[in-house]
């Protein structure tokens, strides 16, 4: 059962960042500032985000 659970856990995180991806990308493109929660997802630190260099 924990096997189950975690293969579960794995996939459900998966999504999550895919979807966290695809909002940060549609978001940059859109010229508007990606949601924290977003950023957070994928291991990118809010305060940071409008030093990085995008390309």
């Given at each position: 059962m924990s096997a189950r659970k975690s293969a579960r856990g794995f996939f459900g995180n998966a999504i999550a960042i895919f979807g966290a991806a695809t909002a940060a990308a549609a978001a940059v493109e859109g010229h508007?500032?990606?949601?924290?929660?977003?950023?957070?997802?994928?291991?990118?630190?809010?305060?940071?985000?409008?030093?990085m260099k995008r390309g």
């Open positions: 508007r500032r990606p949601l924290d929660r977003d950023l957070y997802t994928l291991g990118i630190n809010p305060a940071n985000f409008h030093s």
